[in-house]
């Protein structure tokens, strides 16, 4: 019989998978176990249309296994944003479910390459605080390939892929979870990878707008900027995705959380330097959560618990 207490969530990012096995009892969560793993290749398009590596990827899940509680059965999967499209519009206040919705479709006309049913679209409609003169409604499109492949991933394991997310929200809900006070005004969280930098907005708790900065901006690599550059190259990130939903200028972001593979004191010092509001610091995602662990498990987390907020929000 399947243990209901027992919750497990994974995230995939490039050729790392991250697991965190935790109990739920009476409404409080503890951490028991957390595993890192390595990938065979990374985890991303140009794997989908080949099916000799699923038993590869299931494969380390398995391994993973022996070392959780037998009685899990389920997981919670996270994916990395970039294998999705993400798509916000603002939209007056007082505007209808139906009309929502012919606008997303309208907005796929414009986006997609391939026939619209290849894909799978889900959005919600965030309504901002009055000083806001409008709202935002947010859509996610993901191609079902992607699903198909991740689904045939876990039908050679033990487990049954429960749910599929996006690690953007899953670490929205690490952040949530972890600092109370990201809950009031506007945030910026920023995923902080060697060539990738990835950003999201919230305001009141409510993810607002997101974007990302590719691997190169012009002609140079993300990875070999300076810190100084890459930290004005995200302020202007934030900037730019402020301006998207607040066109009056009177809001301000007053807390910038980092996460990701490649976060760092240099970087968080040189992003200190720029600010005129904003705080910065290392989302933790750990904070509020009750966790036995062993040695390993805790020499895991100790210098770098941001990497794990992505897994840690499958289990919220």
């Avoid at 487990?159 to 945030?187: M, P, Q, V, W």
């Amino acid at each position: 019989m399947e243990n209901e207490s027992l919750k497990l969530g994974i995230s995939f990012l490039h050729d790392k998978v991250r697991f965190i096995e935790a109990e739920e009892l009476s409404g409080f969560l503890n951490i028991m176990s957390i595993v890192e793993g390595q990938l065979p290749v990374p985890l991303d398009f140009n794997v989908l249309g080949n099916s000799d590596q699923i038993p590869q990827f299931a494969d380390v899940i398995d391994k993973t296994l022996d070392n959780l509680h037998s009685d899990v059965q389920t997981a919670r999967v996270a994916v990395d944003r970039k294998l999705a499209i993400k798509k916000t519009f603002a939209v007056d206040k007082d505007l209808q479910d139906q009309e929502i919705r012919s606008q997303i479709e309208w907005e796929l006309e414009q986006l997609l390459i391939a026939p619209r049913d290849e894909y799978n679209v889900g959005y919600e409609h965030v309504q901002l605080p009055h000083q806001f003169e409008k709202d935002i409604v947010v859509f996610v499109i993901v191609r079902k390939a992607l699903v198909e492949y991740i689904q045939n991933i876990f039908r050679k394991t033990r487990l049954r892929l429960e749910i599929l997310d996006i690690d953007l929200f899953s670490s929205i809900r690490s952040l949530l979870n972890s600092t109370h006070d990201a809950a009031n005004g506007a945030k910026a969280l920023i995923d902080v990878n060697n060539n990738h930098l990835g950003f999201s907005l919230l305001v009141d708790g409510n993810y607002a707008v997101s974007s990302e900065l590719p691997s190169k901006v012009g002609d140079e690599p993300i990875e070999d900027m300076d810190m100084a550059e890459r930290a004005g190259r995200m302020q202007n990130e934030i900037e730019t995705m402020l301006q998207k939903i607040d066109q009056t200028g009177t809001i301000n972001v007053d807390h910038i959380y980092l996460t990701g593979e490649a976060c760092s004191d240099e970087l968080t010092e040189e992003l200190v330097k720029i600010q005129n509001r904003a705080a910065v610091s290392y989302v933790n995602p750990f904070q509020n959560i009750h966790r036995q662990l062993n040695i390993e498990a805790e020499m895991l987390i100790e210098k770098h618990p941001e990497r794990f907020a992505s897994a840690v929000g499958m289990v919220l």
